[in-house]
């Protein structure tokens, strides 16, 4: 069904796209560690060694799960849904080669749209157990949700306009072609937007703090907190899988370079460890930042959102004009 | 054949409701109307595909008065629509109508004549729904358009026994009529120009007007059509007269009649007039953006479940008419191809759109039938009670919010698409235009969804918020099959997309100076719009996600453990959880109340009343927010306000006295001769 698209076909690129999702599904827990490692020492705490999320991981599959009485199947079927919608997005969003046949099968905005298919699932189990936490948690969320997708939608566009296409392995491939785009004012200002609603979307600091469990601040943690065991795994593993999907999508859109123009071994390799630094790189950069901020009340985050905005107007405003 | 085929089933319908006792006569009445869908569709879709209008005509002995009938592809698109929504509507009225608990049900059992005068108007409100698309000239067109809102201005009145009822026919009347007026106008002064008023000879003879008469026809027709179809400002009537019909009828009028309103505008826009200059299209961009986050704002602060579903359809014609405008603008700029790629988008909405509010309106049927209200706060937990109309109506949800892979995600992709093409069309001020588009479309997106995640969760999650919805029971056998049409149409149409783009297309062949083999779009297993500047391919996305859940699945069930426990909700230490502990409506949309404040200027009222001992204690806390439609309200007070001197003054000439109508008709007659013969 996905015919010939770009560089790479066949069994080579069915490959590379299960090894993407492997590496992606592996790599997530241990990039949220090591944010909080680092977070720590910045702290002055001594903090848990990278490699806890695994141990959290493994620990919960373990464990019995409590579900109320009053929740419904939608409470059992959203940690799936959550984990289905992030996998496709992983899938999806060019890592190791591009631009592959996958490419062909859905654009930025499916990956937009498929995100927000997550937060709805997420959004009903926080109220299907009846519980104020749960409602006001998904009540937050999808407040925050609707008000970054303008933004999210317009650092699309300015990022579709110069690179002639809204599918991500051409705007990859096409930034790796023509690194001078990649550092065009317009290019960057996108960038600094998309960072901005990646913060809200996976829940970072400002907008959100996933350490938390304080009733007042919370929005994702409140939303599952009637999850325990194998859901609540399976969530926790969504939450690191969005958090790596996205550094990698800004890695790859701002530093292109070390992304396999041909799905060759070696080349797939050398891609996967750069890959690797490049992310690593940029968690450290948000474990900095986390350390020097702090959290913005929920109705200050429009103002924080309305700003991304902006950036993403003038960027699309200053790619039209130096075209 | 089949179109006359449909004629006969419905005027059969009509018939079978008037004559047998309601008891008996529902079921065969409504065999009669959902056999006229069936045949209505199949004709349609045989237009569609192979691009032959079919004709019929009653000659007459009066010029311009002959019943013509053709049917053209976008006709024939439009049919197929209407089949959509009248198949599932028709099997779900009968079960509904005898169900004594259905508090909007005015036609139904408990009426005066058990029903029978409302289900014959049903049957001919769809009946000149179909003959509206099926119209060859103006006459035609002009009398089933009245005649469709008469039909359905009597059923959203009932028996006129509350003061809601009475309401909404006040206000659907002032509109449809006002609406009918400029429609009659626009058609009149363009069948003017040709001897018996057929589309056929009107499209010629049209290139021929003067620019300050195109313009003018361009308004009327804008606003016309735009008071059917819900545009902001003349979205005024739709909340009012949509809780008040049955629910079955409010999922015709919202799922059917309202495209009627873009039918028309395309026909006269588009067809007859031939397109214009790029503001005529702006105008309507503009005016399908405001509707869009109108609607969608108000349908979030909405707590009577039907009344956000109108709102919510005020969003999507916005929606639906941003494409439209988009499609003359680029039409005006000399884009044809663009052009059909944004028409593209404005019929695949409206079709979907027809698919998943017509399910939803239909599943608010049910909810409402099974507890008696239509106020959210008075719901809860029915997930349990109905786990049919749940499932289905969770599908309308997310189809509507444009999740993928449903109908709704396409459409609004293509949207998107559309919007973003914009950008090399014009100049850069143009450029922003759409790049401001493009986040309001995205901001409606994401409003919807926040929108639907509370209406389905507030009303069908958690804990029964008063007893009727504790002690609500499952519709019948018939109710259910009826939602499961549509909800299957939300799931095939997301999954087959591209082949149903491909159908949508050959309608879009009707309007003459489009050509869809330049259009900017290709459709083969995905979308591809503009040579690879935007590709998807929804049954593979499908794949994807059913397959990463499949697999997440198949992990949990072999490595994790399988233990489970049920228990209460967790509740810092309190015994036992009531439902006063759950989230409300009103909280849930209350932070995107704050946000949007100063749109929607809600007042809020908070009384607390203290202990006389001391400040510290309170003995109770009242907090009320209300949230005023203030735009229709101020709008109507403004129009009544102007009207009212000149109906004093009209009613000078009013005596009741017979023998004075006939001299005014006499001279007014007189009048006409004399002026058409001065000019």
Known sequence: ?323 | MFLLLMLAAYAAGAVTALALPPARGRRPAAACLALGALAGAVAGARVVITGQPVGWELPSSLPGLALLLELDPLGGFFLCLIGLVVLPAAIYAPDYLASPAAPDAAGGAHAADGGRVAGALTALFILSMSLVVAAGNVFTFLLCWEGMAVCSLLLVVGDGATEERRGAGRWYAGMAHAGFLLIAACLLLLAARTSGGAFADIRGASYGLGTGARNAMFLMALFGFGSKAGLVPLQGWLPRAHPAAPSHVSALMSGAMLKLGLYGFLRVVFDLLGGGPPWWGGLALALGIISALYGVLYALLERDLKRLLAYSSIENLGLIFMGAGLGLVFHGAGRGDLAALALLASLFHAFNHAAFKGLLFMGAGSVVRATGTRDLEAMGGLIKRMPWTAACTLVGAMAIAALPPLNGFASEWLLFQSLMAGVGVAGPLFAVAMAMSVGALALTGGLAAACFVKAFGITFLALPRGRAAAEAAESPRLMRLAMLIPAAACVLLGILAPSFGRFTAAALAAVPWLDPSSASFRLDAGFEVRDGFGRIAPAVLALLLLGSAAAAWGAVRLLASRRRRVGETWGCGRIGQTSRMEYTAAAFAEPLLRVFGDLLRPTRDLTIEFHPESKYFVRSIGYRTRVRAWLEEDLAGAIRRLLRPLGGSGRLIQSGSVHLYIAYVFAALLAFLLLARWM
């Open chain 1, 1 to 323: 069904m996905i015919g010939a698209g770009g560089g790479a076909t066949g069994l080579g690129a069915i490959l590379v796209e299960v090894l993407q999702g492997l590496l992606a599904l592996l790599l997530a827990p241990g990039i949220v560690g090591l944010v909080r490692f680092i977070k720590a020492r910045l702290q002055g705490r001594r903090g848990a060694p990278p490699w806890q999320p695994y141990r959290e991981l493994a620990k919960l599959f373990g464990k019995e799960m409590v579900v109320s009485r009053n929740a419904s199947w939608i409470f059992g079927v959203a940690p799936y849904v959550v984990f289905a919608s992030t996998l496709a997005v992983a899938l999806l969003v060019p890592m190791l080669a591009a631009p592959l046949p996958i490419d062909r099968a859905g654009d930025l905005i499916v990956v937009v749209y498929l995100l927000l298919l997550g937060t709805f699932a997420i959004g009903l189990a926080g109220l299907d157990p009846g519980s104020a936490f749960g409602g006001m948690g998904s009540s937050r969320a999808l407040t925050i949700a609707a008000l970054a997708e303008p933004t999210i939608a317009l650092a699309v566009f300015a990022l579709a306009v110069p690179a002639g296409s809204t599918n991500l392995g051409r705007i990859v491939a096409r930034a790796i072609e023509d690194p001078g785009g990649a550092l065009s004012p317009g290019h960057l200002m996108a960038l600094a937007a998309l960072f901005i609603v990646m913060l809200a979307e996976a829940g970072r600091l400002p907008v959100d703090n996933p350490a938390t469990h304080l009733e007042l601040t919370m929005i994702h943690e409140a939303m599952i907190l009637e999850y325990s065991g194998r859901s609540l795994a399976l969530l926790e593993w969504a939450a690191f899988l969005k958090f790596f999907v996205f550094l990698s999508l800004l890695a790859n859109l701002g530093l292109p370079w070390g992304v396999a123009l041909n799905p060759g071994a070696s080349a797939v390799l050398v891609a996967a460890a750069i890959l690797i630094v490049k992310v690593a790189l940029l968690a450290a950069a948000v474990a900095v930042l986390e350390t020097r901020l702090a959290k913005l009340r929920l109705f200050r985050v429009p103002e924080l959102l309305s700003v991304s905005f902006l950036l993403a107007l003038l960027a699309i405003t200053s790619s039209f004009l130096v075209e």
